[in-house]
């Protein structure tokens, strides 16, 4: 390892101690300052080889800090430290010019390998895109784990370099993919997301590289694939694992001529996007299966980002069970806290449905409990697959749903162990609760799907399947 001077700057005389012993004890040269003013001080003195540097200082931001240096000093490296560990920091410090993020509480091995790292490769140059003031998506996570996806993040959004982003499902990959695209240079650009597993999979050429007319049965007119729809913007495969065969040739070619033709036409068309690809499967293993091509995979892979579960960051989910109460408050829902036993009763779950799981389980709260307070029991029977005592929007739906209940305890009592029968029995009570919301937003579709946590073209198909559109449109469902 190279030795070098360090300086360090922060305002906690005991983190400047912790550091500074660490990094002698790593061979370098430590000298350290409390404010901007000391650090302006020293740098007019002796340079050092790296610059470590808290946000947060008593006289202002050592991120905005970094292009000041770097103009005066531009090949000096520089580690930015934080305890804001959230994306927007992250992407701050990258775009300001900084070799490297470390969010607070640090591991001091990690801060030594970056400052080897950095007195080795010398820093990265800034990059040309302007950092958005605020957090531009909803990545919510204080975890180690989450950091790390934060830092991977920072580090791709100016360019164009292909991401593919592995995990369960549930665990926010397309928030990965809106991150990138909403950070980087293509964000006034559109962002066109495609699930592979939602389209026939005779469909998705056309789907994904567009058709002309008489292209094949029904074809009656040309249409757009999903490339020429993200031009000059960000294309999000989903669920890349389940694409078949012909269609990952194909996009192969692609992603290596970046060209392409409709589906029965013969015009060369410019592939303008950046691929964000993502899947819950291990595509390793399916590339050793036969099951995905190899070469394609290296091209989606250049750079990897895998989403923790949600029971590997356990320390992240009071933080996401308040958001999503507060965003179920924002949409019409009535406001609810959650308590520390109810916190407990939310860490000790395993949430094999992940972040979504814990979303869909805060928004039912939020319209069933008619406490401020939700606590561990309510919690406890929500997830058990029981009723919330007195949860219920309507005197209709209670009745109808304890009495399936009762008659499950009477003749199948095993079945209450089942922890998916409180979504099954709501599926049989289904036309009362969709007429409850419906009559509690005024007819209002868009605030009615919201509170049932369905998007509002799902509710219309259900309006009309069980036989409701005729009533609603009387009512005026389009009101906004």
Same mark, same amino acid.
């Given at each position: 390892?190279?030795?070098?001077?360090?300086?360090?700057?922060?305002?906690?005389?005991?983190?400047?101690t912790?550091?500074?012993?660490?990094?002698?004890?790593?061979g370098?040269?430590?000298?350290?300052?409390?404010s901007?003013a000391?650090?302006?001080?020293?740098l007019?003195?002796?340079?050092?080889?790296v610059?470590?540097?808290?946000?947060?200082?008593?006289?202002?931001?050592?991120?905005?800090?970094?292009?000041?240096?770097?103009?005066e000093?531009p090949?000096?490296?520089?580690?930015?430290?934080?305890?804001?560990?959230?994306?927007?920091?992250?992407?701050?410090?990258?775009?300001?010019?900084?070799y490297?993020?470390?969010?607070?509480?640090?591991?001091?091995?990690?801060?030594?390998?970056?400052?080897a790292?950095?007195?080795? +490769?010398?820093?990265?140059?800034?990059?040309?895109?302007?950092?958005?003031?605020?957090?531009a998506?909803?990545?919510?996570?204080?975890?180690?784990?989450?950091?790390?996806?934060?830092r991977?993040?920072?580090r791709v959004?100016?360019?164009?370099?292909t991401?593919?982003?592995?995990?369960?499902?549930?665990?926010?990959?397309?928030?990965?993919a809106?991150?990138?695209h909403?950070? /980087?240079?293509?964000?006034?650009?559109?962002?066109?997301?495609?699930?592979?597993?939602?389209?026939? +999979?005779?469909?998705i050429?056309?789907?994904?590289? %567009?058709?002309? +007319? %008489?292209?094949?049965?029904?074809?009656?007119?040309?249409?757009?694939?999903?490339?020429?729809?993200?031009?000059g913007?960000?294309?999000?495969?989903?669920?890349?694992?389940d694409m078949?065969?012909e269609?990952?040739?194909?996009?192969?070619?692609?992603?290596?001529?970046?060209?392409?033709?409709?589906?029965?036409?013969?015009?060369?068309?410019? $592939?303008?996007?950046?691929?964000?690809?993502?899947?819950?499967?291990?595509?390793?293993a399916?590339v050793?299966?036969?099951?995905?091509?190899?070469d394609?995979?290296?091209?989606?892979?250049?750079?990897?980002?895998t989403?923790?579960?949600? +029971?590997?960051?356990?320390q992240?989910?009071?933080?996401?069970?308040?958001?999503?109460?507060d965003?179920?408050?924002?949409d /019409?829902?009535?406001?609810?806290?959650i308590?520390?036993?109810?916190?407990?009763?939310?860490? $000790?779950?395993d949430?094999?449905?992940?972040?979504?799981?814990?979303?869909?389980?805060?928004?039912r709260l939020?319209?069933?409990?008619?406490?401020?307070?939700?606590?561990?029991?309510?919690i406890?029977?929500?997830?058990?697959?029981?009723?919330?005592?007195?949860?219920?929007i309507?005197?209709?739906?209670?009745?109808?749903?304890?009495?399936?209940?009762?008659?499950i305890?009477?003749?199948?009592?095993?079945?209450l162990?089942? %922890?998916?029968?409180?979504?099954?029995?709501i599926?049989?009570?289904?036309?009362?609760l969709?007429?409850?919301?419906?009559?509690?937003? /005024?007819?209002?579709?868009?605030?009615?799907?919201?509170?049932?946590?369905?998007?509002?073209?799902?509710?219309?198909k259900?309006?009309?399947?069980?036989?409701l559109? %005729?009533e609603?449109?009387s009512? /005026?469902?389009d009101?906004?």
């Amino acid at each position: 390892m190279t030795e070098g001077h360090i300086l360090v700057v922060d305002d906690d005389a005991a983190i400047r101690t912790v550091v500074g012993q660490a990094l002698r004890r790593k061979g370098h040269r430590v000298t350290t300052a409390a404010s901007l003013a000391e650090l302006r001080r020293a740098l007019a003195g002796e340079l050092p080889d790296v610059l470590v540097t808290d946000v947060v200082l008593p006289d202002g931001d050592g991120i905005a800090m970094v292009p000041e240096v770097l103009a005066e000093h531009p090949r000096l490296p520089v580690i930015v430290l934080s305890a804001q560990n959230t994306l927007s920091t992250a992407v701050r410090a990258n775009e300001a010019g900084a070799y490297d993020y470390l969010p607070k509480p640090f591991d001091l091995d990690a801060l030594s390998q970056a400052v080897a790292s950095a007195l080795a +490769r010398g820093r990265r140059g800034p990059s040309d895109v302007m950092a958005p003031a605020e957090e531009a998506v909803p990545m919510i996570g204080r975890s180690p784990a989450m950091q790390e996806v934060y830092r991977i993040i920072a580090r791709v959004v100016s360019n164009d370099l292909t991401v593919l982003v592995s995990g369960e499902s549930g665990t926010g990959k397309e928030l990965v993919a809106r991150a990138i695209h909403d950070l /980087g240079p293509r964000r006034q650009a559109p962002f066109v997301a495609l699930n592979m597993a939602a389209i026939p +999979r005779e469909l998705i050429e056309a789907e994904l590289f %567009g058709h002309e +007319r %008489g292209a094949f049965t029904g074809a009656a007119a040309r249409n757009a694939g999903r490339f020429e729809q993200a031009a000059g913007g960000t294309l999000f495969l989903d669920e890349i694992g389940d694409m078949p065969m012909e269609a990952q040739t194909r996009l192969l070619r692609v992603l290596q001529s970046g060209e392409f033709t409709t589906v029965g036409g013969a015009r060369t068309i410019r $592939a303008d996007v950046r691929i964000v690809a993502a899947t819950n499967r291990d595509l390793a293993a399916l590339v050793a299966a036969g099951g995905f091509r190899e070469d394609l995979y290296y091209r989606l892979n250049v750079v990897p980002v895998t989403l923790p579960a949600l +029971r590997e960051r356990r320390q992240d989910i009071a933080l996401l069970a308040r958001h999503f109460l507060d965003r179920a408050a924002e949409d /019409g829902l009535p406001r609810k806290q959650i308590g520390p036993d109810g916190i407990a009763a939310l860490e $000790a779950h395993d949430w094999p449905g992940n972040v979504r799981e814990l979303e869909n389980l805060m928004r039912r709260l939020a319209a069933l409990s008619r406490d401020e307070w939700i606590g561990a029991a309510e919690i406890a029977a929500m997830l058990n697959g029981g009723l919330v005592a007195g949860a219920v929007i309507d005197p209709e739906i209670e009745a109808a749903v304890r009495g399936r209940l009762a008659a499950i305890a009477r003749e199948e009592p095993a079945r209450l162990d089942d %922890g998916t029968l409180y979504d099954r029995i709501i599926a049989e009570v289904e036309r009362p609760l969709i007429a409850a919301m419906l009559e509690r937003h /005024g007819g209002n579709q868009l605030r009615a799907a919201r509170a049932l946590g369905i998007n509002r073209n799902t509710l219309r198909k259900r309006l009309t399947d069980l036989g409701l559109a %005729g009533e609603v449109r009387s009512g /005026g469902s389009d009101a906004r």
